[in-house]
């Protein structure tokens, strides 16, 4: 069992940075493959970006290529989103999510969902 809790949503103007963290409760984070995903009004969930479980190995969506950076942190059980030039088109819940044999670009594979944090760019 793991439970997931994201922070640093925020309003930032276009062009500005956040960083988001995904706190997860357990001794056996290392074993999870996690991701970042996000949902707009009206949009189905769309993968941002996921990070392996062993060799830390980041695949991220061609929409955020180059202005986001995913990484984790096993001591800490955490892993973090750096968003850098972000555009209003970025605006939506982001959720992290975790599961427990490698990671996956599609929702519907994850086990484990935080609640998400907010994250609004304003033009």
């Known amino acids: 069992q793991v439970q997931l809790e994201e922070s640093g949503g925020g309003l930032v103007q276009a062009g500005g940075s956040l960083r988001l963290s995904c706190a997860a409760s357990?001794?056996?984070?290392?074993?999870?493959?996690m991701g970042w995903f996000r949902q707009a009004p009206g949009k189905e969930r769309e993968f941002v970006a996921r990070?392996?479980?062993?060799?830390?190995?980041?695949y991220y969506a061609d929409s955020v290529k180059g202005r986001f950076t995913m990484s984790r942190d096993n001591a800490k059980n955490t892993v973090y989103l750096q968003m850098d030039s972000l555009k209003p088109e970025d605006t939506a819940v982001y959720y992290c999510?975790?599961?427990?044999?490698?990671?996956?670009?599609?929702?519907?594979?994850?086990?484990?969902w935080g609640q998400g944090t907010q994250v609004t760019v304003s033009s």
């Open positions: 999510a975790a599961k427990s044999d490698g990671s996956s670009s599609y929702p519907e594979d994850y086990n484990y």
């Open positions: 357990g001794r056996t984070f290392s074993r999870y493959g």
């Open positions: 990070i392996s479980r062993v060799t830390g190995t980041t």
